[in-house]
């Protein structure tokens, strides 16, 4: 689980009430001594002796008040000024916020309690860090710890592809600010040279830009930069992310306030690209390799059969494009966001998993299956759901969980809208919609390819059967946004045509 601030408190805020404490204390029992100075003047004046005793107490009370602060103020109070200067040149502390007329006598301790809470934020991410924590989780995490401290209103991260020729947004974090701009972004891909990020990769050096207006003003604007302007982004610093010696990716921290980065900002903006560089390779390393391992199992079913061809990528993309387009309608919004369509179309090629365990008589049978070999082909959703089970629940065990989506789909798929499915006959929003969403895009392939049992059927017919399965097989939402947009879904399959 990860670490936060508010579940590690600031010795700083225990120390600081204690302090308190100890001055309300003192301010109690110098009053009562004045009280009873007064009581003796005016009531008991022939004590004469106690009178002048409590005089000197007075004195020697106010004698080592005197001597206290003196202490503290140079033991604590300098020592802590002398680390915010050093905090304000590494970016930690914006100087504006200092309301002093002299910066040795600033607000000591609200401004002490902020420096401590930025240390604790950093120290908690480098314990984030070795903890083996997702990455989206450490994103969110910095986003969230140091948004009150630096400058940014969106964290955008985007990794070179194609053997260093393209770029592509790959992640995108933001607060209450621009919350169309990561779905807009995500999936964008640019040739490299074609963009001003070249010189930042050739380069290795980071850029800022304080007033994006101006920046592109005068000259043909690109879609990425339409964008964020449209999203209300007005200013940025971007960091080149490395392995190494070499540039992996681009990361960018952007505000939608113009002129609000300086150079103080740079070092410690740098020391964030930097952490989130090394959760980030960890991430990508650790779930490529697991996806990997799983993908290959599924690639051996298809395999034994020749005549599904290139199914899986032809399903994936069909199941990417059908889960953007749902994210627009306003019923999905808060369901299907960028993570949501990255996982589906990571995790669509594992709908048939499971068929691994069927025999080659029964996977292969150029006829219709018999009743009893019907049951046992049925078997391959449970068993696939079983074995994605099984490797979550050892990914549990090390702090991570990604099957959750594969899962959904291997079980499933082939459960159908008005409970006739199976393995278990769920009906409607019972049926979880990630497999929902890979049942229209498994079974619109298979009607568009040629199998042992069947002919490849035509466009139209395939279009036509579909839409014949709204509200009986499949869900009458999905239906809808896909013949909706059948002209996006007609483009991708003669793409794949042409492809042969």
Known sequence: MLKTNEEDKSNFQVYKRHITTIIILIFIAVLSTLILLFINLHINREYSKLFYIEIALVVFIFIFLTILFVNVYRNLFLPIIQLYKGMEQVGLIDNR???????????VFWEVEEIFNKLNSLILLVENLSRNIPFKHILNYIFDSFIEYIPYTYIGIALIGDNGKSIKASYGITGKHHQSLAKRLLGFKVGINGTSLGRI?????????????EYVKGKPIKEYNRILL???IKSSITFPLKNDKEVVGIIFFSSNTKNVYKKEHIRFLKTLANSIMLSLEEDILIDDLIISSTLALAMLTEERDPETGDHLNRMKTYSKVIAELLSYEKRYKDIIDTEYINNIERFSPLHDIGKVAIRDDILLKPGKLSEEEFEIMKTHAVYGAKVLKMADENLK????????LGIEIAEGHHEKWDGSGYPYGKKGEDIPLSARIVAVADVFD???SKRPYKRAFSLEESIQIIEEGSGKHFDPN????????IQIITEIYEQFLLKG
């Open 97 to 107: 916020t200092v309301e002093t007329k002299n910066n040795e006598l600033m607000p």
């Open 201 to 213: 990769i050739e380069t290795g050096k980071e850029r800022i830009i304080n007033d994006l207006e």
């Open 230 to 232: 449209e999203e209300g």
């Open 397 to 404: 065990k090390k702090g991570r969980s990604i099957f959750k």
């Open 446 to 448: 298979a009607l568009t």
């Open 478 to 485: 999905i239906v809808n946004v896909f013949i909706e947009n």
